[in-house]
T-cell receptor
Framework: SQQGEEDPQALSIQEGENATMNCSYK?????LQWYRQNSGRGLVHLIL?????REKHSGRLRVTLDTSKKSSSLLITASRAADTASYFC????????????FGKGITLSVRP | GAVVSQHPSRVICKSGTSVKIECRSL??????MFWYRQFPKQSLMLMAT?????????EQGVEKDKFLINHASLTLSTLTVTSAHPEDSSFYIC????????????FGPGTRLLVL
């Protein structure tokens, strides 16, 4: 069963704009991770945020986590055409021994 | 970052044949490997967790006799789709995490299976 639900399902923006993607989940987690997948390829790990953290940065990425609302957001600043991909949030449920549950994904299109 | 490879990258087979997919961690030891399948424009669904030297743990609804998993060493896990049928056509992805850094999973590039 899927734990994470992202929104929007699809996002189209102009190069240079910021892209914000949201993820909600249902149960207690150890951590939440964001991944990126180019069409027909494997997943690339972007960033991990632990349940006791509220915000993390990595380059142009900013992730927030609100455990009271069971939600996370991924912000990509100054987007580039190369950021076009599908983005997934994945949660490691507490006690699940590294097992990840993925959301449905968000398709991001960045227009040059 | 850590590298996980999969072989083959794509395979086409006839219905009724068996297909073996290999997942290797190239520069680290992987005590645990995970196998996922992904249908077009959908999310990844975990099929099973493979532990080195022990039996795999399958998710609910995944037939263990249909999808045979062998994790014979700390760097190799194999998934065999037995008696494949067209509905088994999918994108199969493996992942693993380092023994010393359990949280981050490293994903293979995936194997596209098409069963005719």
């Amino acid at each position: 069963s899927q734990q994470g639900e992202e929104d929007p399902q699809a996002l189209s923006i102009q190069e240079g704009e910021n892209a914000t993607m949201n993820c909600s989940y249902k149960t207690s987690i150890n951590n939440l991770q964001w991944y990126r997948q180019n069409s027909g390829r494997g997943l690339v790990h972007l960033i991990l945020i632990r349940s006791n953290e509220r915000e993390k940065h990595s380059g142009r990425l900013r992730v927030t986590l609100d455990t009271s609302k069971k939600s996370s957001s991924l912000l990509i600043t100054a987007s580039r055409a190369a950021d076009t991909a599908s983005y997934f949030c994945a949660t490691e449920v507490a006690g699940a021994n590294s097992k990840l549950t993925f959301g449905k994904g968000i398709t991001l299109s960045v227009r040059p | 970052g850590a590298v996980v490879s999969q072989h083959p990258s794509r395979v086409i087979c006839k219905s009724g044949t068996s297909v073996k997919i290999e997942c290797r961690s190239l520069d680290f030891q992987a005590t645990t490997m995970f196998w996922y399948r992904q249908f077009p424009k959908q999310s990844l669904m975990l099929m099973a967790t493979s532990n080195e030297g022990s039996k795999a743990t399958y998710e609910q609804g995944v037939e263990k006799d249909k999808f045979l998993i062998n994790h014979a060493s700390l760097t190799l896990s194999t998934l065999t789709v037995t008696s494949a049928h067209p509905e088994d056509s999918s994108f199969y992805i493996c992942s693993s995490n380092r023994r010393t850094l359990q949280e981050t999973q490293y994903f293979g590039p995936g194997t596209r299976l098409l069963v005719l």
